[in-house]
């Protein structure tokens, strides 16, 4: 599938700032069948020189400073993509640095004695793929789709508890849940196209990898209940969602920020 993605941000000041320093994970990947055709990111009304690096995950990184005073920086992205039908990685054995990274527990996904107790009954011996689908299922039954009941700092113990979250949560949630059970898990961040879905109805998505010894890694959503097919584009990966946010910074100013994101994305 061959999908247009445009995505802005905006940043808001209720006073000016000195100077900011921003990064954002906004490219689409080229991994697992997937390829990034065009991208192109801009800064508004700062024209900033825009930067680039490779981070310890393998996510391509765009950073820029701005050190004038300002109230306001929009941050946007235009991006074609060619999706594939299935996720394909081509990697069959995990580094012991990846291993220590996909099983070590997170500030968002903790190896919380509830988390296991969670995941316990759904262990398949033997069976790491089906442990993972069951798991997978299981966290599509216990949470309810909720915008609004849970923020960008709730953990999976949180959303557990709570019994309700959204797309980051049931992410969280089933990484802890498999790391539990020794199956490395990691989160991944992009976009789900959905017809029904355009303006500011689109959003960002997130979903779990977990890898499977001779199989590699295989792409699951637990917001859906399905792997990963050709409406999902994958932008980063890495431990939870602290590695992987769409931008990120630093600013010099007492000021309070206020953030808007909008997405808008269509097939070709």
Known sequence: MRLFIEHITTLRYDTPIN????EARLRPSDSGGQRCLFFKLTTDPVHATILTYADHFGNIVRYFDWLQPHTRLTIATASEVLTSD???????????????????????????????????????????????MRLMRAVFQSLKYERGATDVKTTADDALSLGRGVCQDFAHLLIAACRCQGIPARYVSGYLYDPQWSGDSAATHAWVDVFIPARGWISLDPTHNCEQNERYVRVAIGRDYADVPPTRGIFKGNAKEMLEVRVNIRAL
Do not use: K, M
């Not at 100077?19 to 921003?22: M, Q």
């Not at 299935?86 to 190896?111: C, K």
């Open 19 to 22: 100077e900011a320093h921003t």
């Open 86 to 132: 299935i996720f394909a990685a081509s990697q069959r054995e995990l580094t012991p640095l990846e291993r220590y990274d996909y099983l070590h527990p997170t500030a968002y996904a903790p190896a919380d004695e509830a988390i296991c107790r969670f995941a316990g009954p759904h262990v398949v011996e033997n069976d790491p793929l089906a442990t993972a």
